[in-house]
């Protein structure tokens, strides 16, 4: 993903109950909250009124997006 996507996804919100943004997810995600669980104890995902039914499914993707691109940086290697 291009930086300038990334910049733009940022300010979207994900979980729109608590107001969280991607940018807050993302972060959290590289200073490694590797799982849903993880990230709803360290910023509060999940815990607005839908019992996050509305976000679950698009932080999930996001971790596992991540997870994927870490284990490419490892097994491409370096040119
Ligand atoms: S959108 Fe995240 S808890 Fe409702």
Do not use: H, W
């Not at 733009?8 to 107001?19: Q, W």
Request: proline share 1%; glycine share 8%; charged share 35%.
């Amino acid at each position: 993903m291009s930086s300038q996507k990334e910049l733009i996804d940022s300010f979207k919100k994900v979980c729109i109950c608590r107001s969280i943004k991607a940018g807050t997810i993302m972060s959290a995600i590289r200073d490694g909250s590797l799982s849903f669980e993880a990230l709803r104890r360290k910023i509060g995902v999940g815990t607005g009124n839908c019992k996050a039914k509305r976000c679950r499914s698009n932080i999930e993707k996001r971790i596992k997006d991540y997870k994927d691109g870490q284990k490419e940086e490892v097994e491409t290697p370096a040119t």
